[in-house]
């Protein structure tokens, strides 16, 4: 097996890398970690990376500059610290987690609007349109924020589970209940009575365990 560095397939979005705002977590660690990228062709290449959460990519530090990576469909895995992701659809990368026999990926995604500018007191005016955070800031990082402006952040994580040789996306009791399908009352009342959230993913993982008595 080959291992280079720095070398193959880094691209090629400069974006200057800034410390985190202590209000707005723009990526999923809180440094840029040692990792690799494991390539389908068995070569591995090694450097710091992050994972931007409002842009759903993975980048690379080089000369304090972060950069995405290219040719995705090149990409076996990526591991960062102790965690991997596995790409499930193009240009998508998930953190995977195995929890009591099942494999479940995380896509983690935050977006990002304007709420309205800051008034007399602290009070916030809303704006007669919402700004998408995609129009005020590039490759996920935030650069010029307004001190007038309010916003407010929102997890739009999706999740997947893999079965069958297929990933499946879940957002639900019912869409769950259907991989286990002779368990899916059984799933759907667990989640009715332990109140679980698919926005808040401690509670998918939560679900997601319960389910792994049911995988042969």
Request: proline share 1%; with cysteine; glycine share 6%.
């Amino acid at each position: 097996m080959k291992t280079t560095f720095f070398s193959i397939l880094f691209g090629l979005l400069p974006i200057f890398i800034f410390a985190q705002n202590d209000s707005i977590k723009t990526y999923l660690f809180d440094k840029f970690e040692k990792g690799t990228v494991n390539y389908k062709n068995g070569t591995i290449t090694g450097s710091l990376f992050n994972y931007n959460l409002f842009s759903g990519k993975i980048e690379f530090e080089q000369d304090n500059i972060a950069l995405e990576l290219s040719d995705l469909s090149s990409i076996a895995s990526i591991k960062i610290g102790n965690c991997i992701f596995v790409q499930v659809k193009p240009d998508i990368f998930c953190e995977r987690f195995i929890i009591d026999n099942v494999e479940l990926y995380v896509y983690w995604k935050y977006t990002m609007q304007s709420a309205g500018k800051k008034g007399a007191f602290g009070s916030v005016s809303q704006t007669s349109s919402i700004a998408d955070i995609s129009q005020i800031s590039r490759g996920g990082n935030i650069y010029n924020l307004q001190s007038s402006e309010e916003y407010i952040t929102s997890k739009n994580n999706k999740y997947y589970i893999y079965m069958n040789d297929k990933y499946t996306q879940i957002d639900s009791p019912k869409s769950l209940g259907k991989l286990f399908k002779n368990h899916q009352k059984e799933i759907e009342d667990y989640c009715k009575q332990e109140k679980i959230d698919f926005r808040n993913v401690e509670d998918v993982k939560k679900v997601t365990a319960f389910c792994g008595k049911f995988v042969d």
